[in-house]
C-alpha cells in the first residue's frame, strides 16, 4: 500500500527493529496459537460483521462462552468492537493455554503473556495530547492513561485502504507520533496501528524515516469458512499479539524507562569510554538525577530533538538534557569538552554527559547534566521587584548581553574553529547575578582544523578519539543525506526568525558575521517584548517564507536612524539606541555604503566587519579576536 513512507513487510520491519529472529522462534514455538479464534472469526463485507459458517474444531476456550456482540454491526462501530473483544479472546486464550500446561506439566510451551492494557478512546481524548482522540491505546502496565504512558496507539477506519493510505489519516497518525516524541524522552521509534476496515497496518516513525508494513486482514472478506483464509487471520492474530509481548526496551525504547521515574542514575561502561547505561530509581541521593519538571518545547516529527528538564543534582538546580542527533554530527558534549578546555568564556558548566545509543536508525541519543544558567534575555531585561524602570537599566544588561555573546562566540570560532550555528533567544540566557551564557551548541559545527594552533589541533584530536567522532569538519559532498540538514539551513536547524540575511536567501556557508546578525535579532526581538503585546504585528518579524523575510528587514534596515520603529523598538536610552545603531552599521555598512542589497544577489558579498564601530561596548581581548576574524565563512 502507497504511503509515502518506505513500504515493507511485517518480517521486512521486525529484521530492521533486531526482532525477526525473536519472532520466528516465538511463532515456531507456538503453532496452534489462535487457530479456533481465527476459524471462528467473523466476515466483514459491505462494511457489516456477520457469522460464518465455521467448522469447528476440537479447541476450546472460556470465550466461547461469551457470545460477541459486534455480529451485526455496521461501519467503523463494527470494526472497532471486534477489535477490542479479540483482544480480549487472545489474552483469554493465552491464559487458558498457559494453566493447562501447568495442570498437565506438558511440553507445551507457555506463551508470554501480553504486556499492556488497552483503552477506549473513542469518546474521550488522551491526557497530555494535543485533544487526540485515537481509538485505543495500549498502555503500560501501572500507568495512568496519559500519553506519557501510551505503547502503542491504533486508529480505526470503517473502510479498507487498498491502495494508499488517506492523507487526512496520515495526518492523524503522524499527530499522534509527535505527540509521543514529545511526550517520552526515551523513544527510539514510534509504531502506530492503522485498522481499516478488516485490515491491520503497521506504521512506524524513526527520526529520519517511517515504514509501512501490511500486516494482514484479521477476519474474513467473504461469507463461509475457507482454509486459506483462517490460516492468513490466525497469521495476523499471532504478528499482533507478539508485538504486545514485547518489553518496552525491545520495541520503541532505549532503554526500559518508558517513564519518567523520579530518579535517573547514569554510569559509564569503562573508565575510558563516554558510553554511558542509565537506571531508574525512587530514592534520591547526590550520585543521582532527581527530576523536577519536563520544559516543554516545540518537537519536529523529523531530524534533531532535545528533550530538556529541570532536575536536582548534588544539592543543585540543574538541567538534564536528552537529545537525538544525525551520528554524522558532533556530540554536544564533545563541543562543550572543546569550549571549555580552550578557555572559552560564558558557556555553561557541564556536570556531566555521555552517549546512552550510538546509533538508531541513523541517529545518537546523548545526555548531558548543565548548569542552571537563569532565564531568557527576553525575561532578563524586564524590569526585576525593587530594579529602578529607567531606560539605563535596560542600557546595561543589552551592553553585557552584547558584550558576553560577542566574546564567546569569538573565542569559540578563533580558538577552536567552532561555529554555534543556533542563536535564538531561547539559547542566550542570564543570570539574576548578570551573568549571561550561550547554551545548547547541538548544532555547532567544527572547522577544518587549517588555522589552529598545535595546541588547539591536538585537544580536537584528543577529544574526537575520547567521544568517537571525526575530527575534520563536515561537508555537504562526503557525508550522507542525514548529514544535509547541518549545512542548509531552514527551519528544522535554526528559528527563522534570527537568520541571517544570506542564510534566508539561501547561502550554504556562514561564518562568525553571520552569527553576530543573529544576535542583533534576537536583542531587537527581546526589546521589542516589552514594549508590544503579544501578537501584534511587528514588520520586522513577521514571517511568510525565507525570501520574503529577507527582503523585507533589508528593507527595515535601509532606514539609517528609523529602522528600530520597524522592529518594534521606539523606547529606550540614547546609549541604548546608539549601541543597535552601531551593531546595524558593523553588520550592514561599508566604508559608508548600505550592503544588505548586494547580500540577496550574493550572499557570499565581504561585509564591513569593522570592530572598531563596537569599540566602546566591548572589551579588548574580543576587539583582538573580532579583527582576526574578518568574514571568515566555511564553503
Not at 65 to 72: D, F, L, M, S
Not at 138 to 165: C, D
Not at 280 to 300: L, N, T
Not at 377 to 404: D, T
Request: some cysteine; glycine content about 6%.
Amino acid at each position: 500500500m502507497k504511503a509515502y513512507g518506505e513500504e515493507v513487510t511485517f518480517e521486512g520491519i521486525l529484521d530492521k527493529l533486531g526482532l525477526l529472529a525473536k519472532f520466528k522462534t516465538f511463532d515456531k514455538a507456538n503453532p496452534d496459537l489462535f487457530k479456533y479464534l481465527a476459524a471462528s472469526a467473523p466476515a466483514y463485507v459491505d462494511r457489516k460483521m456477520s457469522s460464518t459458517k465455521v467448522a469447528k474444531t476440537n479447541t476450546r476456550t472460556s470465550t466461547d462462552k461469551v457470545a460477541p456482540t459486534y455480529i451485526g454491526m455496521t461501519n467503523e462501530k463494527a470494526v472497532t468492537t471486534y477489535f477490542s473483544e479479540l483482544i480480549l479472546a487472545m489474552d483469554a486464550e493465552v491464559t487458558e493455554h498457559n494453566k493447562d500446561c501447568d495442570r498437565r506439566r506438558s511440553s507445551k510451551t507457555k506463551v508470554p503473556p501480553c504486556e499492556y492494557y488497552l483503552e477506549d478512546h473513542q469518546s474521550k481524548a488522551i491526557k497530555g495530547g494535543s485533544c487526540l482522540k485515537a481509538d485505543f491505546a495500549f498502555y503500560y502496565p501501572g500507568s495512568t492513561s496519559s500519553m506519557s504512558f501510551v505503547h502503542i496507539l491504533l486508529e480505526a477506519k470503517k473502510e479498507e485502504f487498498v491502495k494508499e493510505i488517506r492523507v487526512e489519516t496520515l495526518k492523524q497518525i503522524a499527530d499522534y507520533q509527535t505527540n509521543i516524541w514529545q511526550t517520552q524522552p526515551s523513544r527510539v521509534y514510534v509504531p502506530i496501528l492503522l485498522l481499516h476496515g478488516a485490515a491491520l497496518t503497521m506504521v512506524v516513525f524513526t527520526r529520519n524515516n517511517w515504514y509501512v508494513a501490511d500486516i494482514g486482514r484479521l477476519c474474513y472478506t467473504s461469507i463461509g469458512f475457507l482454509s486459506t483464509q483462517s490460516k492468513a487471520v490466525r497469521s495476523v492474530m499471532v504478528q499482533l499479539y507478539f508485538l504486545l509481548t514485547l518489553a518496552p526496551e525491545e520495541f520503541g525504547h532505549f532503554c526500559g524507562l518508558f517513564k519518567v521515574p523520579s530518579c535517573w542514575r547514569f554510569d559509564p561502561v569503562s573508565d575510558d569510554s563516554m558510553d554511558i547505561t542509565v537506571t531508574s530509581s525512587d530514592e534520591f541521593s547526590p550520585s543521582v538525577v532527581k527530576f523536577v519538571s519536563h520544559m516543554q518545547r516545540a518537537i519536529y516529527p523529523r531530524h534533531r530533538l532535545a528533550h530538556i528538564f529541570e532536575a536536582d543534582y548534588k544539592g543543585q538546580r540543574v538541567f538534564l538534557k536528552l537529545s537525538w542527533a544525525p551520528v554524522s554530527t558532533t556530540p554536544e558534549g564533545a563541543i562543550y569538552e572543546l569550549l571549555k578546555k580552550s578557555g572559552v568564556s560564558n558557556i555553561p558548566d557541564v556536570y556531566e554527559s555521555g552517549i546512552l545509543a550510538r546509533d538508531r536508525f541513523g541517529y545518537r541519543l546523548e545526555y548531558l547534566v548543565l548548569e542552571h544558567c537563569g532565564c531568557s534575555i527576553e525575561r532578563y531585561l524586564m524590569p526585576m521587584v525593587g530594579e529602578p524602570r529607567s531606560a539605563g537599566v535596560a542600557y546595561v544588561k543589552v551592553r553585557s548581553i552584547v558584550s558576553s555573546t560577542l566574546r564567546c562566540l569569538a573565542l569559540a570560532f578563533v580558538l577552536c574553529g567552532i561555529l554555534h550555528r543556533d542563536i535564538s533567544m531561547g539559547n542566550v540566557l542570564a543570570g539574576l547575578d548578570g551573568s549571561v551564557k550561550l547554551i545548547d551548541w547541538g548544532y555547532g559545527k567544527l572547522l577544518p582544523a587549517a588555522g589552529l594552533s598545535r595546541e588547539a589541533i591536538a585537544l580536537r584530536k584528543l577529544v574526537a578519539a575520547k567521544w568517537g567522532f571525526q575530527d575534520d569538519s563536515i561537508s555537504l559532498s562526503n557525508q550522507p543525506a542525514s548529514a544535509i540538514d547541518r549545512v542548509v539551513h531552514n527551519p528544522l536547524t535554526e528559528a527563522p526568525l534570527y537568520m541571517s540575511v544570506p542564510v534566508l536567501c539561501g547561502a550554504t556557508a556562514r561564518g562568525p558575521i553571520d552569527e553576530i546578525e543573529s544576535l542583533f535579532y534576537v536583542i531587537l526581538h527581546a526589546l521589542s517584548a516589552l514594549e508590544n503585546s503579544p501578537g501584534s504585528v511587528i514588520r520586522g518579524f513577521t514571517y511568510h517564507d525565507d525570501d520574503t523575510l529577507a527582503m523585507v528587514r533589508i528593507g527595515c534596515l535601509a532606514h539609517t536612524s528609523a529602522f528600530l520603529q520597524f522592529f518594534g523598538v521606539t523606547k529606550g536610552s540614547r546609549e541604548l539606541h546608539q549601541l543597535l545603531y552601531k551593531l546595524r552599521e558593523y553588520l550592514f555598512v561599508d566604508n559608508g555604503v548600505y550592503i544588505a542589497p548586494l547580500l540577496v544577489v550574493d550572499p557570499y558579498t565581504p561585509r564591513g566587519n569593522n570592530p572598531e564601530l563596537l569599540s566602546a561596548y566591548i572589551d579588548t581581548e574580543t576587539m583582538d579576536v573580532l579583527q582576526d576574524i574578518k568574514s571568515a565563512e566555511i564553503r
